[in-house]
């Protein structure tokens, strides 16, 4: 069974960090690109980040210089540390395992609030 366990997401004032993980399981970690997600309420889901299984690395431009993503393989996990957090970061934040010829596995979410 493929469990993808998002957690580190909480209430942060502006200006804080967050560290987000997201531990997987039930799948070869080190051949899925990992991507994380966010959705705030009335507006639809957005790529945040995303590291490919060689290591590359692209962010949306209102994250650019504030958030990294990084994985650990031999820890199936991925992080999204985030610094300098603004009220328009807030949102539920999702990981995604993707695989061109394999199907594509989400958690189940964890909520990300920056307000003072």
């Known amino acids: 069974q493929v469990q993808l366990v998002e957690s580190g997401g909480g209430l942060v004032q502006p200006g804080g960090s967050l560290r987000l993980s997201c531990a997987a399981s039930g799948i070869i970690f080190g051949i899925y690109n990992m991507g994380w997600y966010r959705q705030a309420p009335g507006k639809q889901r957005e790529l945040v980040a995303r590291?490919?299984?060689?290591?590359?690395?692209i962010y949306v431009d209102s994250v650019k210089g504030r958030f990294t993503i990084s994985r650990d393989n031999a820890k199936n996990t991925l992080y999204l540390q985030m610094n300098n957090l603004k009220p328009e970061d807030t949102a539920a934040y999702y990981c995604?395992?993707?695989?061109?010829?394999?199907?594509?596995?989400w958690g189940q979410g964890t909520q990300v609030t920056v307000s003072s």
């Open positions: 995604n395992a993707n695989h061109v010829t394999l199907p594509d596995y």
């Open positions: 590291v490919t299984t060689g290591g590359r690395t």
